[in-house]
């Protein structure tokens, strides 16, 4: 099988204050620290036990800048056969229409069985970029897989529909699949992994090398544009109980009561 | 000059990072140190995961990287927590010794066992009577024929009664003092062998800490590690290197009670605000932070040039010596800043300042560490 697996570097905002800079259209990252999205651990694990099960390759992507090179080192540690790092200055700035182009253009005519994302990314949190790239390499697709089986030419995934409930679909491969939280245990980046993979060289691939025309992708070609990016307002509804676990529980308890929530 | 860590080097800090998370559960770390129990289980997943003995060859189960990739990892896992960080670091202990000056055979048997989670080591240097000053042990072997005949007692040894082997430091030559020692390993379930506890510890209460006694103890000839009669300079020199070890496990119990304290100042609110507002907690804050930092460079580093065969015995007990006094003050410090909540267990810091005391007395109290980084300041005069 010739998995493909499409990640991305955030910001790990959950060990630091969110604060937006001058311009009011980004966050203050001096703080951050950066890591692969979670969800696409998830991917890249449900790729990797693919893998595993029916042989094959896997190859992980990533659009980005410089820095965001190490989900892919992170990705080949785990156990991923090959890398590509999409990089050019003028993909800054791309919506997800963008980065779906400059990952259609990267996977077209490669011998794909199955593309996997995570659903969502945790910084833009739109679940877009998956469907986008199934559109344009026409290929079908399943999001917030729960479970993903591959027998022979059809995949079987499992996936999280409205109201809580599930479905089971049977997709024929080639084809794109969205990767939900909780469908596996991602296993840990190894010491050995990290040795193995520390003298690789990761290939990059800018526009040129994609046949992209510059104006597709980055800023000027975003359909989707930034206006202001905000905190929301602390509301008032909002109390903090503090104190041990069970001083917050009889706090939490006395206020059910008082309130009529019990 | 370049302050910054490669790519493996910022791979392996953010995976033993991610592995800490997922594995060193607050509540689980909380029964164990009631019950006294060593995380085994934790302890055989970051063999699995090849962060027990990274520094170690591959050949030996290791990926050969150095002491400051060591000293990252054990960072982040005392900062995540104290005592089960504080157990993957002795965990391979000593075994620095067999690396250096071990036979292939050595090597091939024992520092495998370590890499792949079959055995825990320790090393018995310290007796009753013979702490700091390990110039003479009373502690003997005597050659008898093909094999060492040993009898004595060391105390303090960490790890005893849960170890597969002792790496034991002993008196061959009894007229000779400190050039009259020998060091060798012993599986400790060798014949003769008797392990008592010390009793209840202020703080590492996962880990065992007891009093082994040699009574008859026979071991073969190829047991002796290294030389003969070279054994208190084999101890000495890995010293040197163990120090940085200590000096990671300081910095990083010393961060994980500043970082809570810190997320309990910014969220705390006393007389209209929170207290991280207060000017004076402010302070405080700014000079912990500060001591972290300064703590940091010295450590990393001290561990930097061991790994680049310019190893400095005065910056690894200057890392030492600072590490672990920074621990116990922004430890204590930080417990301060909870007030009430930081004399209560399930808030962790109190653990984090017990955990933290013992940087400062073993492996070299701080007291002997003024006395090596004095040596090589004022030399002979």
């Known amino acids: ?88 200055p003028c993909f800054e700035g791309s919506d997800a229409w963008g980065i779906a182009q400059i990952l ?63 479905r089971v679909r049977e997709l024929d491969l080639p084809a794109v699949v969205t990767v939900q939280t909780g469908i596996n245990e991602p296993r840990y980046v190894s010491i050995r992994g990290i040795r193995k993979v520390s003298g690789i060289e990761i290939p990059v691939s800018g526009v040129g090398d ?10 000027s070609g975003a359909r989707v544009k930034l206006e202001e990016l905000f905190l929301p307002p602390q509301g008032q509804s909002a109390q903090m109980l503090e104190g041990s676990d069970d001083e917050i529980i009889d706090k939490l308890l006395d206020l059910l009561q008082e309130n009529g929530g019990l | 000059m370049k302050f910054e860590l490669d790519k493996a080097q910022k791979d392996i800090q953010k995976a033993a990072k991610r592995f800490a998370k997922g594995e060193f559960d607050k509540e689980l770390a909380l029964e164990l140190e009631t019950t006294h129990t060593y995380p085994m289980d934790i302890w055989r997943k970051a063999c699995e995961e090849g962060f ?4 170690f060859p591959d050949q ?44 292939d055979e050595q090597k091939e048997k024992y520092l495998n066992q370590v890499t792949s989670g079959e055995a825990i080591s320790a090393g018995a240097f310290t007796e009753p009577a013979h702490g700091s000053d390990i110039t003479s042990m009373a ?32 008196q061959t030559d009894a007229e000779a003092g400190h050039k009259g020692q020998s060091m060798f390993i012993v599986d400790a379930d060798a014949p ?18 007891g009093e082994v006694s040699f009574k008859d103890v026979r071991v073969p000839a190829s047991s002796l590690l290294g030389v003969e009669n070279k054994g208190f300079y084999q101890v ?31 969220g705390r609110e006393q007389f209209g605000q929170k207290i991280g507002k207060f000017q004076a907690l402010q302070h405080k804050i700014a000079e912990m932070a500060t001591q972290l930092e300064l703590a940091r460079l010295i450590t990393y580093k001290a561990a930097w040039l061991a790994d680049n065969k310019k190893p400095d015995a005065k910056l690894s007990a200057m890392a030492k010596y600072y590490a672990g006094k920074i621990a116990s003050e922004v430890a204590s410090e930080s417990m301060q800043l909870l007030g009430g909540y930081g004399y209560i267990t399930e808030f962790e810091v109190e653990r984090f300042y017990r955990d933290a005391r013992i940087t400062e007395i073993y492996e070299g109290t701080r007291e002997i560490q003024k006395n090596i980084i004095a040596g090589h300041v004022l030399g002979r005069f």
């Open chain 1, 104 to 166: 259609s253009a990267a996977l077209k005519g490669k011998p794909l069985d199955l593309l996997l994302f995570g659903t969502v990314s945790a910084d833009e949190g739109a679940g877009q970029t998956g469907g986008f790239v199934a559109g344009l390499l026409d290929l079908p697709m399943v999001s917030l897989a729960t479970s993903l089986k591959v027998n022979g030419s059809i995949a079987t995934v499992s996936h999280e529909v409205e109201g809580g409930l599930e």
């Open chain 2, 60 to 103: 030996y189960g290791g990926s050969d990287f150095g002491q400051l990739e060591n000293v990252l990892v054990l960072e982040q896992f005392c900062q995540r927590d104290s005592g089960i960080g504080a157990a993957m670091l002795t965990a391979p202990f000593a075994c620095e010794i067999i690396l250096h000056h071990g036979t």
């Open chain 2, 139 to 170: 502690t003997t072997a005597v050659k008898d024929g093909d094999e060492w005949l040993i009898n004595g007692v060391k105390t303090f040894i960490t790890n005893a009664g849960i170890c597969g082997f002792y790496v034991l430091l002993v």
């Open chain 2, 192 to 209: 003769g062998i008797d392990v008592a506890s010390v009793g209840e510890k202020m703080g590492l209460k996962m880990i065992p800490t």
């Open chain 1, 1 to 88: 099988m010739d998995i493909y697996v499409c990640i991305k570097r955030v910001a790990d905002t959950s060990e630091v204050d969110i604060e937006i800079d001058r311009t009011g259209l980004a966050l203050t990252e001096d703080d951050f620290s950066y890591d692969i999205n979670e969800w696409d651990n998830f991917a890249v694990e449900a790729a990797l036990q693919l893998k595993e099960e029916h042989g094959g390759k896997v190859t992980a992507l990533t659009v980005g800048i410089e820095d965001d090179e190490e989900v892919l080192r992170r990705a080949l540690a785990m156990g991923c056969d090959e890398a590509l790092h999409l990089s050019d």
């Open chain 2, 236 to 266: 000495l020199q890995f010293f040197d290197e163990s120090r940085l070890g200590v000096a990671a496990q300081a910095l990083g119990t010393a961060q994980g009670a500043f970082d809570r304290a810190v997320e309990y100042v910014k």
């Open chain 1, 210 to 219: 994609l046949g992209l025309d510059p104006n597709q992708v980055g800023a």
């Open chain 2, 52 to 55: 027990i003995g990274l520094h």
